[in-house]
């Protein structure tokens, strides 16, 4: 018979946690004799604690003033883009004060989910909250788009609000929401304007007009795993396979910011670990706690860009065999990245998601595990306009119609073909046509072409591969030997940049 357990949830505020804060709270999980805490889509901590340690567990952490939910997640976490700030995007005005400033005006407990969201980024989802606040191109002003409750309806407020009211908005909005919740709440046809007026009847703000439409950004997922050289410092990224970080594991990396000054950890929407601001002469420190824990921090790029629901095995098992299928097969995912929905509106981010059918027939066993495959209209997971590519798939041919849906993808991205050349120029050109090798880092595929060099590392444009005496991967840091070349006509580099 197996023990009972209670789950815990932590909210990390912007996914932003001080390296003493983190400690105490693993402190008291260790007292409480967990050993593994996770990461949520909502870049809060979740953990599981045996019953007979709950009470105790739920004093310690009052005692330390931090706010835990056990079986519930009546107040979300509010969501932010922070990890990104300097690591993989930078921005003339919304900077880590600005983040800061408007996560310490939230004087109330959010039961909506709140994103705060660089408008250039795409490594935190932009509609995944119920009030998106995505930044404009005008100083310490944002969009609002209201995504009604249990359901995928934006609305975009009417004009841009200032960075010191979102915490004001988010609760006038809140509010009216709540008390009328035959209105917004799980109603596909909420009406955004309505609410407009009722939030605007109750309370004035500091606004700009709405002159520019929001333009999203073309989604790339960053690498976000490893040691990542920026500026003079390093940045180290954490993943977990199986989604667990040992709490032993987390104390430690806890305790050695606190020895080398660094005073905060980012959590990320991919359920992993960030840690800015490293001094290149601390990396041997850093790299005595990877060993001593047997953490391995090069995953192939096309595991680490999948989502999945929280405390959810099932989802992470087919996880688990879709990505090992796309390994095999050698499945191209650049620019995509997959949800798995074992639920129902569970809200997450995905150009390409695998829904469960929650059919009766399905229910009652009447027929295998059947799944929908859909995708957003242009392949942007930060649309939320879904079509149907294939219903009542067996989960044995998951793997090869999203192999299918992939190839689609890539054929619609497609660049079109490049005019004949004239025949006066065509023998000029034949020598540029000719195979010149690119070589791949073996561990995280990125390539050097020598016909751009490596500016950051000091290598010029047009130095050949083989010239090179030494060099390093400039997103892994792998050695020279780590390097294949990958034959690829010039011409065709040039069509498809």
Not at 105 to 113: A, E, G, N, W, Y
Not at 233 to 241: A, F, N, S, T, V
Not at 478 to 484: N, R
């Amino acid at each position: 018979m197996s023990t009972p357990t209670h789950t815990v949830k932590i909210n990390l505020p912007g996914g932003i946690v001080p390296a003493g804060d983190l400690l105490t709270i693993l402190e008291a999980a260790e007292a409480a004799e967990v050993e593994h805490i996770q990461f949520g889509n909502r870049q809060q901590l979740l953990f599981t604690v045996a019953a007979a340690q709950r009470r105790a567990l739920v004093q310690a952490l009052a005692q330390a003033n931090i706010l835990c939910e056990v079986d519930a997640d009546v107040h979300p976490n509010i969501s932010s883009s922070y990890v990104v700030e300097d690591v993989f995007h930078n921005t003339t005005w919304l900077r880590e004060g600005v983040y800061k400033d408007i996560l310490d005006l939230f004087d109330f407990h959010p039961r909506l989910k709140i994103n705060l969201i660089d408008h250039n980024q795409t490594f935190v989802p932009f509609f995944t909250g119920n009030l998106n606040f995505i930044s404009s191109d005008t100083s310490n002003y944002w969009y609002c788009y209201v995504r009604f409750p249990k359901t995928n309806v934006l609305y975009c407020w009417p004009a841009l609000v200032y960075s010191e009211d979102i915490p004001g908005l988010s609760s006038a909005v809140e509010r009216v929401i709540y008390a009328n919740k035959e209105l917004f709440f799980d109603q596909p046809a909420a009406n955004g304007a309505l609410l407009h007026s009722l939030v605007s009847a109750s309370q004035t703000f500091v606004l700009q007009p709405l002159t520019t439409p929001l333009a999203l950004p073309t989604f790339t997922l960053p690498y976000y795993e490893g040691f990542n050289r920026y500026g003079s410092k390093l940045w180290l990224g954490i993943y977990r396979r199986d989604e667990q970080f040992s709490v032993a594991f987390l104390k430690d990396i806890c305790q050695l910011c606190l020895q080398t000054r660094l005073g905060q950890l980012c959590t990320t929407p991919w359920k992993s670990l960030i840690i800015k601001g490293i001094d290149l002469a601390d990396r041997p420190l850093w790299d005595v706690v990877l060993r001593r824990h047997r953490i391995n921090v090069r995953h192939a790029a096309n595991e680490l860009n999948w989502q999945v629901e929280d405390h959810c095995a099932h989802g992470l098992a087919l996880k688990h065999e879709l990505v090992r299928y796309f390994n095999e097969e050698d499945i191209r995912t650049y620019q995509l990245c997959f949800a798995i929905k074992t639920q129902p509106k569970t809200g997450l981010f995905g150009s390409i998601v695998v829904r469960r059918h929650f059919d009766n027939l399905t229910q009652t066993g009447l027929h295998a595990e059947q799944y929908e495959i859909l995708h957003t209209h242009d392949f942007n997971p930060n649309n939320k306009d879904f079509i149907s590519f294939r219903k009542k798939v067996n989960r044995d041919n998951l793997p090869w119609y999203l192999a299918q849906l992939c190839d689609y993808f890539y054929e619609l991205q497609s660049a079109p073909a490049l005019p004949p050349l004239p025949e006066e120029t065509a023998t000029a050109t034949a020598a540029s046509t000719t195979t010149a090798p690119l070589y791949q880092c073996q561990r995280c595929l990125t390539v050097y072409d020598e016909v751009y060099g490596d500016e950051i590392q000091g290598v010029a444009p047009g130095t050949p591969f083989i010239s090179l005496a030494t060099y390093c991967c400039p997103t892994c840091e792998a050695s020279l030997e780590q390097f294949v070349a990958v034959p690829t006509p010039k011409s065709q580099r040039l069509a498809t940049a």
